[in-house]
């Protein structure tokens, strides 16, 4: 069973700012956690103009909800938190689940 954390990051200031920080600063200190399997990112766009979407959504697998506690509660996990606040002047809201596949058949 996989554990997401979805980090959804708001419309900074200065995108090109962000995208530089966020390439050469953040990621390489979040993908140092513990327990990490897997971290994706993507430039959503809504399909309702009158919702927009985030700037920035960053995906992080782990293999259950304790690793990724565990994570969170290291030396890295700790540093990759504190370090959001530095470069997300358009703020982030984070959530987390079990991840449920539905196998589809055709």
């Known amino acids: 069973m996989v554990h997401r954390l ?3 990051y708001g419309q900074p200031d200065d995108p090109a700012a962000f995208d530089a920080y966020y390439r050469d600063t953040h990621t390489p200190l979040a993908v140092q956690m513990p327990g990490l399997v897997r971290l994706t990112t993507g430039r959503p766009r809504s399909m309702d103009p009158a919702h927009p979407a985030p700037y920035l959504v960053a995906q992080l697998d782990f293999d259950s909800e ?17 370090d ?6 358009g703020g982030a809201v984070m959530s987390h689940y079990e991840v449920n596949e539905v196998h589809v058949s055709r």
């Open 84 to 89: 959001v606040p530095r470069f997300a002047s």
């Open 66 to 82: 304790q690793a990724m506690g565990e994570a969170f509660a290291s030396d890295e996990g700790r540093a990759t938190a504190k």
């Open 6 to 8: 979805v980090v959804s």
